[in-house]
């Protein structure tokens, strides 16, 4: 399974960002695609996953009401709508797949390579 992420980029508090995650390989072993970001110094954390199939969509608490993960099952691709950022919100974002929906980055078996979001004040 391999994992493209891109989209990232600078933007003022309260702009928007749309993240892409273009997957190829095996359907079945990435049934949920998920969202996480690391910030300078601190743990990889969850932010959003969604599965193919069963429509399960998890959140953390923190991007709440201001992110959107949504896909498109025909072009193999995960996108992360991100709105009304934050300067608290600029990591690397990273998508991932496993098998099942989980905030645990453990759960997660295959790993994009990462797009910076930075959100300046």
């Known amino acids: 399974v391999q994992l493209q992420a891109s989209g990232g980029g600078l933007v003022q508090a309260g702009g928007s960002l749309r993240l892409s995650c273009a997957a190829s390989g095996r359907t079945l072993s990435r049934n949920a695609m998920g969202w996480f970001r690391q910030a300078p110094g601190k743990e990889r954390e969850f932010v959003a996953v969604?599965?193919?199939?069963?429509?399960?969509?998890i959140y953390a608490d923190s991007v709440k009401g201001r992110f959107t993960i949504s896909r498109d099952s025909v072009k193999n691709t995960v996108y992360l709508q991100m709105n009304s950022l934050k300067p608290e919100d600029t990591a690397v974002y990273y998508c991932a797949a496993g098998t099942t929906a989980s905030s645990d980055r453990f759960e997660y078996n295959y790993w994009g390579q990462g797009t910076q979001v930075t959100v300046s004040s």
């Open positions: 969604n599965t193919w199939s069963g429509g399960i969509t």
